[in-house]
């Protein structure tokens, strides 16, 4: 998979993750450019997007089959 947000600023991609934090798409989008970022803010998104997968698990658990 490429990098799609490359260009895109931190602070468009905190406000996509705020937008698109229950959206798997948007959260795979993010984290595969994330991962490839190493200022302080990406590191901090990048908390904050673990997470919010990590919720989204928790409810998928919950929620059964």
């Known amino acids: 998979m490429g ?3 490359a ?3 931190i602070s468009a991609l905190e406000a ?3 937008r698109g934090r229950h959206n798997p798409e948007i ?3 993010l984290f595969v ?4 970022r190493d200022s302080r ?3 901090e998104l990048l908390t904050r997007l673990y997470t919010a997968v990590g919720i989204l698990n928790n409810r ?4 059964g089959p």
Request: charged share 50%; hydrophobic share 30%; proline share 4%.
């Open 3 to 5: 990098r799609p947000l």
């Open 7 to 9: 260009d895109k600023s």
């Open 16 to 18: 996509m993750f705020d």
């Open 27 to 29: 959260l795979e989008s």
């Open 33 to 36: 450019e994330l991962r490839n």
């Open 41 to 43: 803010r990406a590191k």
């Open 60 to 63: 998928k658990k919950l929620k």
